[in-house]
């Protein structure tokens, strides 16, 4: 392993020795939440990227994850991630009853 290689790997190491679970769990809410937005489509720059199935997963995932994070972070943020589940949930329900019909075969 190069000079290089062993500095990049001692500073890997020392960053996931101050990482917390908590940490990673907040920032994958935040990415998740982000993504599940952009998934409905709504605007002119992500309507190409719409697709309900990613945002209903987004919703569950949160909805997964948001009580474990109620005993180690602030109720301030909980509350924050469950009125952006609710808001998600909302935008989802609005987007879905404007899809079109699945023509029957």
């Not at 209903?56 to 997964?64: C, D, F, V, Y």
């Not at 972070?73 to 404007?98: G, H, I, R």
């Amino acid at each position: 392993m190069s000079e290089e290689q062993e500095r990049l790997a001692a500073e890997l190491a020392e960053e996931l020795r101050k990482l917390r679970v908590e940490d990673v769990l907040v920032n994958t809410l935040l990415t998740v939440s982000s993504v599940g937005y952009r998934r409905l489509g709504l605007t002119e720059d992500t309507r190409e990227d719409r697709d309900l199935e990613q945002t209903r997963l987004a919703i569950e995932t949160m909805q997964a994850l948001t009580p474990v994070l109620e005993r180690v972070v602030p109720p301030e943020l909980v509350a924050d991630f469950t009125s952006s589940v609710a808001n998600l949930q909302l935008a989802y329900a609005k987007a879905a009853s404007e899809e079109p019909a699945e023509p029957d075969d």
